[in-house]
């Protein structure tokens, strides 16, 4: 299984973007599925989340600008991101579990500056 992230991009501060991550296969195959993002100097840490049966789960940094989603027919993972801020800046990277098997996708950059 692959997985190809996309949408990320230059944005002014308090503007919105939107990632889709694609997977090769069915998510449906999928425990759940992540965005992860790293800033640069930074680890790279946890998101947001949300499992087969559709729970989610944010991060305090994004909780209430962030919202994931997903797309069954498609086999999509989307990240709305709203309200976007500097401290935003990173290459995000979406993430999924399948039993025991971590799969990871591509980062893709998301800048956010005037």
């Known amino acids: 299984v692959q997985l190809q992230a996309s949408g990320g991009g230059l944005v002014q501060p308090g503007g919105s973007l939107r990632l889709s991550c694609a997977a090769s296969?069915?998510?449906?195959?999928?425990?759940?599925m992540r965005w992860y993002r790293q800033a640069p100097g930074k680890q790279r840490e946890w998101v947001a989340g949300?499992?087969?049966?559709?729970?989610?789960a944010y991060a305090g940094s994004v909780q209430g600008r962030f919202a994931i989603s997903r797309d069954n027919a498609k086999n999509t993972v989307n990240l709305d991101m709203n309200s976007l801020r500097p401290d935003d800046t990173a290459v995000y990277y979406c993430?999924?579990?399948?039993?025991?098997?971590?799969?990871w996708g591509q980062g893709t950059q998301v800048t956010v500056s005037s």
């Open positions: 296969g069915s998510i449906f195959s999928f425990d759940a």
């Open positions: 993430y999924a579990v399948d039993q025991s098997t971590d799969y």
């Open positions: 949300i499992t087969r049966s559709g729970n989610t």
